[in-house]
């Protein structure tokens, strides 16, 4: 069964940091696009950062490029996403995901119908 775990989330204060955590299993890590997505209160569920493991290509939105970087640790089938600088708009629930590539290399974050597995995933509360 392919799973993805996340954990890390919290509540912290603006400008603070916090490092989410995304366990898979069941599936062959360098097979995948793992993508970090977030979804706050009524709004739509945003791409904000993607992995290729093999090759090690990362892709950001803008609205995270230069506070959060993604980093992925093949031995423990894990990806990370470092959040720094927090901002209240960065309040939202935040959802780990898989893309199937196989060998292809996939420009760009992918979009939620791309997506495979999901996690269940964990909050980020930013106060102000």
């Known amino acids: 069964e392919v799973q993805l775990v996340e954990s890390g989330g919290g509540f912290v204060q603006t400008g603070g940091s916090l490092r989410l955590s995304c366990a898979a299993s069941?599936?062959?890590?360098?097979?995948?696009?793992i993508v970090w997505f977030r979804q706050a209160p009524g709004k739509e569920r945003e791409g904000i950062s993607s992995?290729?493991?093999?090759?090690?290509?990362?892709s950001y939105a803008d609205s995270v490029k230069g506070r959060f970087t993604i980093s992925g640790d093949n031995a423990k089938n894990t990806v990370y996403l470092q959040m720094i600088s927090l901002k209240p708009e960065d309040t939202a629930v935040y959802y780990c995901?898989?893309?199937?590539?196989?060998?292809?290399?996939?420009?760009?974050?992918?979009?939620?119908?791309?997506?495979?597995?999901w996690g269940q995933g964990t909050q980020v509360t930013v106060s102000s």
């Open positions: 995901a898989a893309m199937y590539v196989g060998t292809n290399v996939r420009i760009g974050v992918p979009t939620s119908d791309e997506i495979d597995v």
């Open positions: 069941g599936l062959t890590f360098d097979d995948y696009i």
């Open positions: 992995i290729i493991n093999r090759g090690g290509y990362t």
